[in-house]
């Protein structure tokens, strides 16, 4: 499984940090806004509560007299009083139940359905209550008058819930005085209006707030890690005409100093290395070329000397194959060296790959008669290209095809071109390639399973020139891995022109 890039893994952790952050912060919040509310709604209902007192029958009042209408008629206007002061209305109504002292009903609230309900609560809430303590004791009365002052009143300190009715929430508050019950409840609709008007600002900014810190964390991130990605290119850059680029320090952050610092000495190390072994390789190449073909030359002219057919006359023959092995190994050491270091030298003429390919076709006649050879191209395909070291490319695709064929097996050259590139597909039959093999074919000095490999001259220089070649001519040379009971090779090259009649032809 792919994981996320790490930008990207910033981004997601500083929105997840702050969406944290942020919820918490808005719930917290939320219920303090919610309980700020609650706790001045329970301020306004205990001030009504106390100011409840004046409209309470006065102690030792006579039951008869306590239902008159006087009474009632002061318990609307109180509760007339309350809907004004809580501002509410139909919709959010108030709820009043007052009981005298012995729990009869002096008033309650009738006007609304839900009124039924609440009073229900309201008088299951004053019979929690406990009896109010006794009053303070009353000052003599004095000679010249025959009544005293009224009595001092303790109530009951308020109580104040929340109750739940089937259509709303009522903030309830109950007390009881020495003589009167009184209970009032107020509809929590416009409370709940305001916490729900506040929680939909949280579910529509929390969102948007996290994702401008998404979007920050992903451009702070980006430019954090710039020095990361010129390192990245730098580093794909690094082919053997890209080891003297360097990635400047003066711009950087602190954090990556040291980092560039370290891939700069790095680069400058292996750049000194891979020259000093090209060098070596191609002066090394350079410095045999000549005794080899000395060396060549004598045997060649001692062989015309010696009595022909002797023991000698095939020592010498087999030690000039040897020596022509030699130099071909050192041709190629030079050439790949050359290629190497960006300066394998082109002669570019008008190359002729039709032509090319015929030639090729006959000296595969004459070395594998055995083989059933298909063509399929065109004549005329011509292109811009140095026609010898094109010659050494093809002659070592049609030399492992006739190498690694299977007895009695075939061969298929064919073309496909386009108006700008010319691919030449050569395939043989041949067992199947191993995946490590096809991974390292064109590596230098590979020659994969020597069990496979043993009886098979070559030293695995010709797919790693022929590579190089191609690539000199701005083309490439790739190995068909998909294909199974054969060995595919494509050469691309860029094409000059197109053109000519196809030739088909199948010799066997």
Known sequence: MKLPSFRLRIALLSAALAGTTLVGFGAVSWFQIYNAKISRLDAEL?????????????????????????????????????????????????????LDANGNRLYQSNSL????????????????????????????????????????????????????????????????????????????????????????????????????????????????????????????????????????????????????????????????????????????????????????????????????????????????????????????????????????????????MSELLMEMLEDVEMLAPHLTVQTDFTDGLRLQGDRDLLIQVLQNLFSNAIKYNLANGWIKIRTHQTQTTLHVIIANASKDIPASDSLRIFDRFYRGDPARTRKIEGIGLGLSLAREIARAHHGDLILDSTAFGQTTFTLTLPMKEVGGERREKVRS
């Open 46 to 98: 205990l001030n009504h509560l106390m100011r409840a007192t004046p409209n309470l029958p006065p102690r030792g009042e006579p039951p008869e007299n306590q239902g008159k209408e006087s009474r009632p008629s002061r318990w609307q206007f109180y509760e007339d009083s309350l809907a004004d002061a809580f501002g509410t209305n139909t919709k959010t109504p108030i709820a009043l139940l007052v």
């Open 113 to 352: 359905p839900a009124d039924v309900e609440v009073n229900r609560l309201l008088l299951k809430r004053l019979q929690l209550i406990p009896l109010p303590s006794p009053p303070q004791r009353e000052p003599p009365p004095p000679s010249n008058r025959n009544v005293g002052p009224p009595p001092f009143l303790r109530p009951r300190p308020p109580k104040f819930v929340t109750e739940q009715t089937t259509k709303a929430a009522w903030r309830i508050g109950a007390t009881k005085f020495p003589n009167a019950q009184v209970g009032i409840a107020v509809n929590l609709q416009a409370v709940d209006q305001e916490m729900a008007t506040i929680r939909n600002i949280f579910l529509v900014s929390i969102p948007g707030s996290l994702l401008l810190v998404a979007i920050g964390a992903w451009l702070v991130s980006g430019g954090a890690l710039r020095p990361i990605h010129q390192l990245t290119g730098v580093i794909q850059q690094v082919t053997v005409k890209g080891l003297d680029q360097r990635i400047p320090i003066g711009t950087t952050d602190v954090e990556f100093v040291e980092l560039i610092q370290v891939f700069n000495l790095m680069l400058e190390r292996l750049e000194r290395s891979f020259t000093q072994a090209s060098r070596f390789s191609g002066d090394a190449a350079h410095e045999l070329k000549t005794p080899l073909t000395i060396l060549q030359g004598e045997l060649e002219r001692t062989l015309q000397q010696v009595e022909p057919g002797s023991e000698v006359q095939q020592r010498l023959s087999n030690l000039l194959d040897e020596v022509r092995r030699l130099s071909g190994i050192m041709r190629k050491l030079l050439l790949l060296s050359l290629a190497d270091a960006g300066k394998m030298s082109l002669y570019l003429v008008e190359v002729d």
